[in-house]
């Protein structure tokens, strides 16, 4: 089977935040960058792999204006989720 890194999801600035983030290294993260920074796409990679390291947690995702939720952070999520779709858990 087919593996894939998380680090090779992310581009390599994130790299140091990634590995802090699995090891739950602080609490908040503050990710600076403008439009086309790949924050988003790195803040979904991490929800997605610290929810299947801890299946007993639960995520929540809040957006300041509600009406563009749909196009962008839901449509990030399932980007997130989508190496792992196909992977048999056993």
Not at 11 to 29: A, C, K, N, Q, S
């Amino acid at each position: 089977m087919a593996t894939t890194s998380a680090a090779d999801l992310c581009i390599e600035r994130f790299h140091p935040v990634l590995g802090d983030v699995i090891m739950h290294g602080h609490t908040h993260y503050w990710l600076h960058g403008g439009r086309g920074s790949t924050k988003s796409s790195f803040i979904s990679l991490c929800l997605v792999l610290l929810t299947v390291a801890n299946p007993e947690v639960n995520v929540v995702v809040v957006r300041r204006f509600g009406n563009t939720l749909r196009d962008s952070v839901y449509t990030q999520v399932l980007w997130a989720v989508d190496p792992w779709r196909f992977v048999r858990c056993e």
